[in-house]
T-cell receptor, first 115, second 117 residues
Framework: AQKITQTQPGMFVQEKEAVTLDCTYDTSDPSYGLFWYKQPSSGEMIFLIYQGSYDQQNATEGRYSLNFQKARKSANLVISASQLGDSAMYFCAMREEYNFNKFYFGSGTKLNVKP | EAGVVQSPRYKIIEKKQPVAFWCNPISGHNTLYWYLQNLGQGPELLIRYENEEAVDDSQLPKDRFSAERLKGVDSTLKIQPAELGDSAVYLC???????????????FGPGTRLTVL
């Protein structure tokens, strides 16, 4: 089974609007971390936001927030007030602490922000 | 603070030739990762080092790929001989704690784009 599933290969959003990128995960590890990365066309993976499995509150970093629903095993990224510079690939990833902290990436979502 | 440094940024070689990639992690980061990323896909781990020790090389094709991190700082990934299917982006990442902390964040270099002709 896939550890990380991103079901949206591509998304469009109008500039200044909010967008949600979906991510579901599969683990039996009681302790894990969830990450989102942005990869612009330049190729560098940029860390955006982290959510721990024991965190009670959803993580936020500026315009990024992580909608963590533990029972549903989902960790959706919400980008508010989209900007043209947000156009990029977005990857969801998970680290399983009891599995030697193995790190798994999803297949990514290509976000296009329209002016 | 300098980020993860990789070189070269681009490499074009003929099949069956050897190739090497170099990575210098963020200062103080004990854990170093090499990933392979095919076009339109997420990164796939090749090898993970904690200091000098390769703690996870289960996905490294050992018949043609090798890696080293002799002094626990910078690292080299080598392919010999290269095949057409090795064309991809090779990403290096580093993190502070590795196995010690589920919150440990990986920081990535710009990658090396390899083209095998």
């Amino acid at each position: 089974a896939q550890k990380i599933t991103q079901t949206q290969p591509g998304m469009f959003v109008q500039e200044k609007e909010a967008v949600t990128l979906d991510c579901t995960y599969d683990t039996s590890d009681p302790s894990y971390g969830l990450f989102w990365y942005k990869q612009p066309s330049s190729g560098e993976m940029i860390f955006l936001i982290y959510q721990g499995s024991y965190d009670q509150q959803n993580a936020t970093e500026g315009r990024y927030s992580l909608n963590f629903q533990k029972a549903r095993k989902s960790a959706n990224l919400v980008i508010s007030a989209s900007q043209l510079g947000d156009s990029a690939m977005y990857f969801c990833a998970m680290r399983e602490e009891y599995n030697f902290n193995k790190f798994y990436f999803g297949s990514g979502t290509k976000l296009n922000v329209k002016p | 603070e300098a980020g993860v440094v990789q070189s070269p940024r681009y490499k074009i070689i003929e099949k069956k030739q050897p190739v090497a990639f170099w990575c210098n992690p963020i200062s103080g980061h004990n854990t170093l990762y090499w990933y392979l990323q095919n076009l339109g896909q997420g990164p796939e781990l090749l090898i993970r080092y904690e200091n000098e020790e390769a703690v996870d090389d289960s996905q490294l094709p050992k018949d043609r790929f090798s890696a080293e991190r002799l002094k626990g700082v910078d690292s080299t990934l080598k392919i010999q001989p290269a095949e057409l299917g090795d064309s991809a982006v090779y990403l290096c990442a580093s993190s502070l704690a590795g196995s010690l902390d589920a919150a440990d964040t990986q920081y990535f270099g710009p990658g090396t784009r390899l083209t095998v002709l």
